[in-house]
């Protein structure tokens, strides 16, 4: 009794925890209420229950991913009320080992897990399932080789979906991640979702909005990889895109990538088919307050120095009043640079 488990704390901060029954081949649940064990049987319509991952949304109801070794298909289940409720997520040839679940911003499912592709060859993929609130959909993250194992998925704050795996084929650690969805229709003016965000279809008015992070950004779709803190400019091989700054005293510079923005303008979209493969969207500072990456290739920098891109990638430098350069302002340091390289506060400029 017990193999395959996965637990969960809800907002009282009693333990969930999903398991495998080996004696009976039966999915199972156990509560702690505080004072006791509730045991209780998820599904036993064959052999099923192995792989389990379990996750509790905001209204304390716990989801379950699971495999059904009878059928080799990916199951979920979920309890509301008193009964639990059973549904088979996906059944390509092979699906559903070491499955890892989430819970969406929004209430929505997600589900990452291992499959067999079928074909004449032994071919492993690491797999993704969604579920819209209306029917799952399902697809391919990695493919090949044996890709996907053991992986384990989370969703951040905005719902961009994250997952982690091993590639067998490659005896690597992997990493994937697909950005925020738009949220799910509604026919409700102003809704708040479990997972804190507050939506309205209408003008927002109010005496005062008031924010823990200290700037404002929007998505922007960038033409390599970068991160919260680099200097960004506009690419001139890719318009409408935006890199790391190339040079000391760019003239292209807009901004800096984000670390937690307090507005976020536009929403960011994977569907824009004229983005380069490489590429992807990030939200770009434009005002505020900000952790920028900066080098001492300018000289020290002290509180109050002004700040313009220098010829390390993605980097700030003190700007130097005598060098002549025709110059974009990222903006001013409101801290010291110790070293060579660091990430210091800046008060961004607008551009």
Known sequence: MGEYTSIALGASGHPHISYYDVSNSNLKYAQYDGTSWQIEIVDSEGEVGKYTSIAVDGSGRPHISYFDNTNDDLKYAYKDGDSWHTETVDSAPY????????????????????????????????????????????????????????????????????????????????YAYLTPPAPPPSSAVFRVTQGGNVFSDSAYYGQSFKSRAADVAEWVPVSEPVEPGDVLELDPDNPGHYRKSRSAYSTLVAGVVSTEPGFVLGLSSTTDDSRPETGDSVLLALLGIVPVKVTNEGGSIEPGDLLVSSSTPGYAMRWDPGSGESYNFIGKALGALIGERGIISVLLMAH
């Open 95 to 174: 699906v559903g080992w070491e499955t890892s679940i989430a819970i969406g911003p929004f209430g929505c499912v997600h589900i990452s897990y291992f499959a067999y592709r079928g074909g004449g060859s032994t071919v492993y993929d690491l797999k993704y399932a969604y579920n819209n609130g209306v029917q799952w959909q399902t697809e391919f993250v990695e493919t090949g080789c044996d890709a996907g194992r053991y992986s384990s998925i989370a969703l951040d704050a905005l719902g961009g979906c994250h997952i982690s795996s091993y590639h067998v084929g490659h005896s690597r650690l992997k």
